[in-house]
Nanobody, 122 residues
Framework: QVQLLESGGGLVQAGGSLRLSCAAS????????MGWFRQAPGKEREFVAL????????YYADSVKGRFTISRDNAKNTGYLQMNSLKPEDTAVYYC???????????????WGQGTQVSVSS
């Protein structure tokens, strides 16, 4: 079973950028697809982006398309979420997740990190 640990969250002004990292351990990271999800206060957790195990395919929620970029470095067992042009509505706890296949559904991911807070001020 893979274990995940996110980092890189923080407070940023609207229009700014952050890069989240997701460090994997305990299993072969390259065997897993990876997703990023987020949960804003008072809201359900929602899908943000996914990347296949090879890194060749990605998919984004409409709300972040063109602003966020998901990537991975299997040699470093690490995934990333580059977030540009941040908006106050991007404020949330961001989670990375690992699963066997590319999916936008939470239930298809078997491993989750503890989350990292991203706060965007206006």
């Amino acid at each position: 079973q893979v274990q995940l640990l996110e980092s890189g969250g923080g407070l940023v002004q609207a229009g700014g950028s952050l890069r989240l990292s997701c460090a994997a351990s305990g299993a072969t990271f390259s065997s897993y697809g990876m997703g990023w999800f987020r949960q804003a206060p008072g809201k359900e957790r929602e899908f943000v982006a996914l990347i296949t195990w090879s890194g060749r395919s990605t998919y984004y929620a409409d709300s972040v398309k063109g602003r966020f970029t998901i990537s991975r470095d299997n040699a470093k067992n690490t995934g990333y979420l580059q977030m540009n042009s941040l908006k106050p509505e991007d404020t949330a706890v961001y989670y990375c997740a690992a699963g066997l296949g590319p999916s936008t559904r939470e239930g298809d991911y078997s491993a989750w990190g503890q989350g990292t807070q991203v706060s965007v001020s206006s």
